[in-house]
């Protein structure tokens, strides 16, 4: 299995940023895929869940501002993040379990100036 995240940068706050991870080595569309970060001096935490069925559910810090997508034919899962906040800058990494083991992509970072 392999998660490879992209799209990271350094954008202004209130800036728009699009995230995307591309999956191999699993069965993509039965797949829940999730986005998670990971701040200096902060414990990694669930962003954004998207299911199988393209159910989505979103930390409150991001709620209105990011949005999870998926594209089975693809086999990628895209985070499009608006209005970013300085608060918003971590390394973003992309998640997946299959057969109940966790596969992390490498992360990306996303840096936001205020």
């Known amino acids: 299995v392999q998660l490879q995240a992209s799209g990271g940068g350094l954008v202004q706050a209130g800036g728009s940023l699009r995230l995307s991870c591309a999956a191999s080595?699993?069965?993509?569309?039965?797949?829940?895929m999730n986005w998670h970060r990971q701040a200096p001096g902060k414990e990694r935490e669930l962003v954004a869940t998207?299911?199988?069925?393209?159910?989505?559910n979103y930390a409150d810090s991001v709620k209105g501002r990011f949005t999870i997508s998926r594209d089975n034919a693809r086999r990628r899962v895209y985070l499009q993040m608006n209005s970013l906040k300085h608060e918003d800058t971590a390394v973003y990494y992309c998640?997946?379990?299959?057969?109940?083991?966790?596969?992390w992509g490498k992360g990306t970072q996303v840096t936001v100036s205020s």
């Open positions: 998207i299911s199988r069925d393209s159910n989505t």
């Open positions: 080595g699993i069965n993509f569309g039965i797949n829940t």
């Open positions: 998640h997946t379990q299959n057969w109940g083991r966790d596969y």
